[in-house]
């Protein structure tokens, strides 16, 4: 039963984990979706390219 107990608790561990790095890989996504948005120059509605050309 011991061993049971600790396997529980091993996946318990397992799944907050795994909702840590979906959280972290949610934060990378926006992260890199904003830095595309504002290499292309939409973000804003304000194009960057013509200013800097």
């Avoid at 061993?3 to 990378?28: F, T």
Wanted: glycine content about 8%; hydrophobic content about 35%.
């Amino acid at each position: 039963f011991a061993p049971e107990l600790g396997k529980l608790k091993h996946s318990a561990l397992e799944i907050q984990d795994q909702k840590r790095n979906i959280q972290l890989w949610k934060q990378k996504w926006k992260y890199s979706a904003l830095k595309i948005k504002m290499a292309s120059g939409s973000f804003g509605g304000v194009n960057i390219h013509q200013k800097t050309c």
